[in-house]
């Protein structure tokens, strides 16, 4: 397969390698694997949160039994048809050069939020409408407490 590469999270190049300039090329260790960098993450990149890097998968071409889920960050206004069309001719090549593995595989997409969220979402909301209720609720009360009292000052 390819030679192990990682993307540094910006933090564990800032922390790690002291914001090193010219980290991209070195190789270094990362529990059993040795890898060269090849890039550095934007700041504000921390998908999945917390995560230290990224590396390129590795997979036996032989197994037929992995999926894979991948995070692809697309330029605004990019439609959902255009992403499918530009992958279609990804997944056909995978197909053609790994017939055992990838034949057959469909890239699915879905936005980040939902693939996070899941089912959960109407549940989520009917918690956060519940929470924004309570919470006026409570801002009604204090200021009828608040208007008692000033009624009873003024008298």
């Known amino acids: 397969g390819p030679p192990p590469v990682v993307v540094l999270s910006h933090h564990a190049w800032r922390d790690w390698f002291g914001g090193d300039p010219?980290?991209?090329?070195?190789?270094?260790?990362f529990a059993e694997l040795n890898a060269t960098a090849i890039g550095?993450?934007?700041?504000?990149?921390?998908?999945?949160?917390g995560a230290d890097f990224w590396a390129n998968a590795?997979?036996?071409?032989?197994?037929?039994?992995?999926?894979?889920?991948?995070?692809?960050?697309?330029?605004?206004?990019?439609?959902?048809?255009r992403l499918r069309s530009e992958m279609s001719v990804v997944m056909t090549g995978?197909?053609?050069?790994?017939?055992?593995?990838?034949?057959?595989?469909?890239?699915?997409?879905?936005?980040?939020?939902?693939?996070?969220?899941?089912?959960?979402?109407?549940?989520l909301i009917v918690v956060f409408a519940s929470t924004a209720l309570l919470l006026l609720l409570a801002c009604v009360n204090v200021t009828s407490l608040l208007l008692g009292r000033g009624a009873a000052r003024a008298r």
Request: proline share 10%.
């Open 94 to 123: 995978l197909a053609r050069d790994f017939p055992l593995s990838d034949a057959g595989r469909e890239f699915v997409p879905e936005p980040l939020v939902t693939s996070i969220v899941g089912d959960l979402g109407p549940m």
């Open 58 to 81: 590795r997979f036996n071409p032989q197994d037929v039994g992995h999926g894979l889920a991948a995070v692809v960050r697309v330029k605004p206004r990019t439609t959902l048809e």
């Open 40 to 49: 550095v993450a934007a700041r504000d990149l921390d998908v999945p949160h």
């Open 22 to 29: 010219h980290i991209v090329g070195k190789t270094m260790r």
